[in-house]
């Protein structure tokens, strides 16, 4: 019977298959790790007496709760958030204790756990990959099963490499047509969670398909995956092909030599058969795409960029959000003052995106009274941005360079939007307080970012870049 | 874990919908290594005023809610971050199951992992709930049922494995880790 990519990595992981009364034992290839969903996992370990069974196939990074300021970071002053500061040496300590192979706050290849794991090659075609981390979902990129879990189940990897799991719905989503011209993967990803609305995936595991999903990067398909989660789906894969390959090969992880002809021969087997069948199918045209930004508290409250945002006032939810956000129904986007913007984020901030932001920004300043982050996804982004000298345009530019790590995505490092600001934002969540208490979200594109950073107000990319 | 077979409580009615775990247990708490007292941040930003004092009309601040073990959502609770400290932190103010009409996945299963019910139920029985803040209801694990003080009863799915854990209070990691021969083999085929 014809299987979809989905059931075919599912298949090839269950230890003990799936029955009425119990789920399936998932076998668990890469497991990646950081600080903030890991210390009660390895209480428990201890608890139990239980070590973690494959240090082989655990990383460790720290991201969340590190500074981007480069003197806390490498130690030459403290850490000021003194919570943080414990939470990094304990997860220093849990690391050594247990044999796991930990990039710390001074290693080279440190950076956001879901910009390392594909960089370093760790992130292959067809292996199930997990982390105490909804965007796991990135990793599908590569034609990989990768899904988010709580600190129970990374406790339950750590101590068993297995899961407890009931097989999800199989979603295709297939996007036709070519991408218009400054409309970017963000864009993209933004339109299809608009479509199914945020839990239009709950319960599903999404392919994206089709010639436009093809003719994105590895980068541009990282984008849209990392946003599955976005949409309330399991996890989001794209099958491997030349692209993917091309990204692997030569990484610190991949498979070298005849091991590398061996892995190409079996991962080009990991696509969907023709005449498998979905549980659901939904249909994008990427042609009629413009450039998206959120108005909303969550990321299914999105306009294209030169739509009002709607008007809704006898739905209390849509009140209260936009209450919120201190917008207007009705209004356009375009043109709202803005106070700060971040360019950053396991959604947006590898090479390619700093890129984008920068070309926006070369030769140009941020606005009077703008505050701009630009924070790379990892230490080795940040030494090829400098390398090709994009630091340089962004400092020119007034905007802040740090080093590498979540910040103001979540703010748990002290990189936070003030009460009451508006923060252009790459990241993937425009929740209440998501930057920090009061802050207001608007997610975007680099490219638009960086418009807006140098417009002071919501600007479309397109029009800059012309 | 303690067995849980029945709960019979008033409810707590938290209409929104989309309430995501980032509301649930804001990102600066999860700087904590442990699990002891974070009921105290719970909802921390719907709860406090900017000067840390309680907002009175916040329903968890509301008298009637003290000692309540059912929240009631509105659709989609849970979504977003795969924080487990969502689940700590509703279990640790003294809930024993959330109901809606849709629950997000990850935050789902680790509910089920810490002794919170999540129990989702159809459209009409939800605004009922919605619609009747207090309510008493009985919740029987046994026989998947959410018995309202109408008289109705209304089936809920739950997974099966995890139901028979929770029943019998045992967890799960137990059971994974009686696998070992499995697993083993497993790695054996594979290597
Ligand atoms: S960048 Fe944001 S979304 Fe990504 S892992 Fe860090 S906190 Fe999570």
Not at chain 1, 270 to 297: N, W
């Amino acid at each position: 019977m014809p299987s979809t990519l989905f059931e075919k990595i599912w298949a090839a992981h269950q230890v003990v298959p799936e029955t009425l009364d119990t789920p399936a034992v998932l076998y668990v290839d890469l497991h990646l790790t950081h600080e903030v969903t890991t210390p009660q996992a390895f209480t428990m370990l201890r608890e139990r007496g239980l070590q973690v069974r494959r240090p082989d196939l655990t990383f460790a990074t720290m991201d969340h709760s590190t500074p981007t300021d480069a003197d806390q970071l490498f130690g030459r002053v403290p850490i000021k958030l003194v919570s943080a500061a414990k939470q990094i040496e304990q997860f220093d300590k849990n690391c050594k204790e247990f044999g796991i192979e930990l990039l710390d706050v001074m290693h080279a290849d440190r950076g956001i756990v879901h910009i390392i794991g594909p960089e370093l090659g760790l992130t292959q075609p067809g292996k199930t990959i997990v982390c105490g981390d909804s965007h796991t979902s990135t990793h599908g990129a590569f034609g990989a099963l990768a899904f988010g879990i709580g600190t129970t189940e990374v406790g339950q990897v750590l101590a068993t490499q297995c899961l407890l799991q009931r097989k999800a719905k199989s979603l295709a989503v297939n996007v036709e047509g070519a991408l218009p011209a400054g409309v970017a993967a963000k864009d993209l990803i933004l339109a299809i969670i608009r479509t199914l609305g945020v839990s239009g995936g709950t319960g599903s595991v999404i392919e994206y398909r089709g010639s436009t999903i093809r003719a994105l990067s590895m980068d541009e398909r990282m984008t849209v995956c990392n946003m599955s989660i976005e949409a309330g789906a399991r996890a989001g894969l794209v099958a491997p092909d030349e692209t993917t390959f091309a990204y692997l090969k030569g990484r610190a992880h991949a498979p070298a030599g005849a091991a590398w002809d061996q892995a190409i021969a079996r991962w080009r087997t990991l696509v969907s058969d023709p005449g498998a069948v979905f549980d659901r199918e939904i249909h994008i045209d990427a042609t009629q795409l413009k450039p998206m930004i959120t108005y909303g508290t969550h990321p299914g409250m999105s306009v294209a960029i030169d739509e009002p945002i709607p008007n809704l006032l006898n739905d209390p939810v849509f009140q209260k959000s936009i209450d919120y956000m201190g917008l207007t129904p009705g209004q356009q986007m375009l043109g709202q003052k803005i106070d700060v913007v971040f360019v950053g984020s396991c959604t947006n901030a590898r090479l390619s995106d700093l890129r984008a932001a920068a070309q926006v920004m070369q030769g140009r300043h941020v606005a009077p009274g703008v505050t701009c982050l630009i924070v790379p996804g990892s230490q080795a982004i940040k030494r090829e941005a400098e390398r090709e000298g994009l630091d340089k345009i962004f400092i020119a530019a007034g905007a802040e360079w740090r080093e590498s790590g979540c910040s103001m995505c979540l703010g748990m490092n002290g990189d936070l939007v003030p009460r009451g600001a508006y923060c252009v934002s790459t990241s993937n969540r425009n929740f209440e307080g998501r930057q920090g208490i009061g802050s207001r979200t608007l997610l975007a594109s680099p490219a638009l970012a960086a418009a807006s950073a140098i417009a002071g107000c919501v600007a479309d990319p397109r029009a800059l870049n012309a | 874990m303690e067995p849980i077979t029945r709960i019979q409580s008033r409810t707590v009615v938290m209409p929104s919908t989309n309430i995501d775990t980032d509301q649930i247990m804001p990102a600066r708490f999860l700087t904590t290594t442990t699990r002891a007292g974070i009921a105290k941040h719970l909802f921390a930003d719907w709860r406090y005023d900017r000067d840390g004092n309680p907002i009175a009309d916040f329903v968890l601040n509301q008298p009637e809610a003290i000692g309540c073990q059912v929240l009631v959502a509105g659709r989609n609770i849970g979504c977003g971050s795969s924080r487990e400290h969502a689940p700590w932190g509703l279990y640790d103010f003294g809930f024993r199951a959330v109901i809606s009409s849709e629950i997000a996945d990850i935050f789902k299963n680790n509910s089920l992992k810490n002794g919170l019910l999540p129990i989702v139920v159809d459209e009409t029985t939800l605004e009922w709930l919605l619609a009747n803040p207090g309510a008493l209801v009985t919740i029987d694990l046994e026989r998947c049922t959410l018995t309202l003080p109408t008289g109705a009863v209304v089936q809920f799915p739950i997974e099966s494995f995890a139901r028979v854990c929770l029943l019998n209070g045992v967890d799960e990691t137990g059971y994974l880790l009686s696998q070992n021969d499995a697993i083993s083999q497993f790695e054996k085929h594979r290597a």
